[in-house]
């Protein structure tokens, strides 16, 4: 198929353009089911997985953990972990499912995946790091990267960032995707981490400045299509997280934005409509309507009736027994919209 032919290894010439623009993998968020409805969206928006522990992909439930459907390409499996030969394994399963990337987890600084010794805290241990890179490459075919952050507590992020990026480099990775904030491992939250050290964009620009054709992706703070495209002049990719996940909407306009193509539904109701066989299918095979459902929320944010259409999803995709109907007529609300506004003025 023409995504894996496109996915099928990154160039350091001339960045991949399914790689232009990817949603960030975000915990207990781009779940399967977040992803699916992501692609009605976008055809060309690479889109990542959960975090996953190489542990977990080695002796976890393999379907249930990495199982995805084919629409969903392409699509990137990020691991955690720092033992290279357990992450070798891993990324071998990965590749074996079929994922088209496969993608290492140095940014997160939880509390949690601090004491695994992986996430942020090997940006303390790039050598360790460049091992692990160096093993993922040994193992698949298909492109490793590395995310990141500028750095952790008190490293200076200029020389540090430049010599962790000359080890991944160096070790045979395919992209490095930066979120452009310090990760403050003592003394800041996961959530603060996301908020309280300030954005500097113009670092993942220098980067990017000195290592020429290598593969740089900006994440971090990017709140629109229009903003990420505008970063496009100066590295080769853009990541968005919450922004994407929090009013997805937006991400219909990501295939002629970015990509310059027409996007693959005509507006965002089209795309629910799209979506009930593959919820139909789902809850055949034991999901719950408001497992699907809850990445939905955000959507038609600022239309009338977006209100009353989340509140439908909040209280009643919940209840035992919630099928598609109830989506459908959430999905009602956005269309009269206008006449529930006049009525509840009225």
């Known amino acids: 198929m023409a995504y894996l032919n496109a996915m099928n290894i990154y160039s350091r010439d001339k960045h991949l353009p399914a790689a232009r623009f990817s949603v960030a993998p975000m915990m207990d968020w781009t779940d399967r089911h977040c992803r699916f409805f992501h692609r009605l969206l976008t055809k060309n928006t690479l889109l990542y997985t959960e975090m996953l522990t190489a542990d977990a992909v080695i002796h976890g439930p393999r379907e249930r953990l990495l199982g995805f459907d084919p629409e969903e390409h392409p699509v990137a499996l990020q691991l ?3 033992d290279p030969e357990k992450l070798a394994d891993a990324a ?39 091992e692990c890179v160096t093993a993922m490459k040994r193992a698949v075919k298909i492109p490793v990267t590395v995310k990141c952050r500028l750095g952790v507590d008190d490293q200076d992020m200029e020389q540090s960032l430049d010599h962790f990026a000359d080890i991944v ?12 904030r310090k990760a403050w491992l003592e003394g800041l939250s996961p959530r603060e981490n996301r908020t309280v050290p ?13 290592f020429g054709n290598f593969p740089v992706i900006l994440n971090g703070g990017i709140m629109s299509i229009a903003e990420a495209k505008a970063h496009l002049a100066h590295v080769d990719g853009v990541m968005m997280g919450r ?10 306009a990501a295939d002629p934005e970015i990509f310059g193509v027409p996007p693959p539904v005509r507006d965002l109701k089209m795309a629910v ?5 593959y919820i139909e299918r789902a809850m055949s095979e034991g999901a719950r309507l408001n497992s699907i459902t809850r990445h939905l929320l955000g959507l038609f944010r600022g239309q009338p009736g977006a209100r009353l259409y989340r509140r439908h999803l909040a209280t009643e995709a919940v209840k ?4 598609v109907a109830v989506l459908r007529e ?8 206008d006449r529930e506004l006049a009525r509840s003025a009225a």
């Open 198 to 210: 300030p954005l500097d964009h113009a670092r993942v620009c220098r980067l990017k400045e000195r």
């Open 92 to 130: 071998r399963i990965g590749a074996d499912f079929g994922y088209d990337e496969i993608n290492l987890n140095v940014g997160c600084p939880s509390d949690r995946v601090q004491e695994g010794r992986f996430g942020a805290c090997l940006m303390r241990e790039p050598k360790l790091v460049g």
């Open 320 to 323: 035992p027994g919630a099928g």
């Open 330 to 337: 959430a999905l009602a609300f956005v269309r009269d919209g």
């Open 80 to 82: 955690g972990g720092s």
């Open 273 to 277: 409509e799209k979506l009930f066989p």
């Open 169 to 180: 480099i160096g070790a045979g990775g395919d992209a490095l995707i930066v979120h452009a």
């Open 243 to 252: 922004a994407a996940y929090e009013n997805p909407g937006q991400l219909l």
